[in-house]
């Protein structure tokens, strides 16, 4: 039994190794695209202007664009528990970018209409609470959401904050709006914890970090926002 769990140990060390690298990769890349695409969108802008002011001397009025915001989170479905505690969302979860505030169907949210840019998760812990549209997003990247009320006792919170600034993809936020002290969320997928020592917590984190309900797995955990 020793030897199997230090191997699923070094196997887990060597996937978020691997993740670490990933992300650097990825932020190096960004930089290129970003200094890339500013300049594109400088020049498209300046095109743009010129053909709007066009268009709108030519019809007199301007061109309404639709903002594609909703208050929907688009969910359909309901949670199944099963044997081990964690529930499931059996239904729909919609993945639009929405730049307004959503209305979910759970809490903590587990999925759905989003806002465009995540939250960072990189062993991130926020100290007060976080909006949700942004956390979902970072669900869809395959991060696992710590959330604790104010009834939770300070050693399990300590002892989540340290757990979660030792592991990419993932973030912690006090969030008052749930139904238990400690609750553990991913993109789907939710369980309520009787504290930081329960072992739901480490297979939770195990299973789903990056796990294979992620929606986009390998995406970013940084250059999002941190609030």
């Known amino acids: 039994m020793g030897s199997g769990k230090n191997s699923s140990t070094a196997a887990r060390k060597a996937r978020i190794e691997e993740m670490r690298r990933a992300e650097r990769a990825r932020e190096r890349r960004n930089r290129v695209l970003t200094i890339t695409a500013s300049a594109v969108v400088v020049v498209g802008l300046v095109v743009g ?3 709007l002011v066009k268009t709108q001397g030519d019809s007199g009025k301007d061109q ?3 903002s594609g ?3 929907g989170s688009g969910d359909s479905g309901k949670f199944t528990t099963g044997a081990d505690g964690v529930k499931t969302w059996s239904g729909k979860l919609s993945r639009t970018h929405v730049t307004t505030k ?3 169907p759970m809490h903590p949210p587990v999925g759905g209409n989003h806002n465009p840019v995540w939250l960072n998760c990189n062993g991130d812990v926020y100290t007060k609470a976080v909006p949700e549209e942004n956390a979902v997003h970072s669900l869809e990247h395959g991060a696992v959401w710590v959330t604790y009320t104010d ?3 300070k050693a399990d919170v300590d002892a989540l904050a340290a757990k979660v600034k030792k592991t990419p993809y993932s973030l912690m936020s006090p969030y008052e709006n749930q139904d238990a002290p400690l609750i553990l969320s991913a993109w789907g997928h939710q369980v ?3 504290s930081a020592k329960d072992p739901e917590v480490d297979k939770f984190f195990a299973t789903y970090v990056q796990g294979q309900q992620t929606p986009e797995p390998g995406a970013s955990c940084t ?3 941190m609030k």
């Open 49 to 51: 202007g010129v053909v």
């Open 64 to 66: 309404a664009t639709p």
């Open 69 to 71: 915001d909703a208050k």
């Open 102 to 104: 959503v209305s979910y």
């Open 151 to 153: 009834k939770a006792a």
């Open 192 to 194: 309520a914890v009787k």
């Open 223 to 225: 250059g999002g926002v």
